[in-house]
């Protein structure tokens, strides 16, 4: 088992900044990818960006793009998300995953974090 808990979601203006955490404990010998998603209301769960966990390969969804960056501290277990010039767009529970492969789609990350809050005001 993988357990994953996210912190430093909250409240920001448009425009503004916040880096999310995910800490992972249990077998993470068995990770290969730690990915960030995102549920708004009324909406279904979209891939914001995944990092392997040798570090070598990133991804990110288009509508992110040039503006967040995922990165990885080995030593920590720990993977963020620094998302910059957020919108209100950009309001939703996000969410970190992990899986023994790698892909972009929700169905293949086992395990999951509780999820935490970003919201951007206009």
């Known amino acids: 088992q993988v357990q994953l808990v996210e912190s430093g979601g909250g ?12 800490a992972a404990s249990g077998r993470t010998s068995s990770v290969n990818t730690i990915a960030w998603f995102r549920q708004a209301p009324g909406k279904e769960r979209e891939f914001v960006a ?3 966990y040798p570090g070598d390969r990133l991804a990110y969804a288009d ?10 501290n080995a030593n920590e277990n720990a993977v963020y998300l620094r ?8 309001t939703a529970i996000y969410y970190c995953a992990a899986t023994a492969t790698y892909a972009s ?18």
């Open 11 to 22: 409240l920001v203006q448009a425009g503004g900044s916040l880096r999310l955490s995910c």
């Open 83 to 90: 998302m910059n010039a957020l919108k209100p767009d950009d």
């Open 63 to 72: 509508a992110v793009k040039g503006r967040c960056t995922i990165s990885r």
């Open 105 to 122: 789609s929700p169905r293949v990350y086992d395990y999951w974090g509780q999820g935490t809050q970003v919201t951007v005001s206009s």
């Open 50 to 52: 995944a990092i392997t």
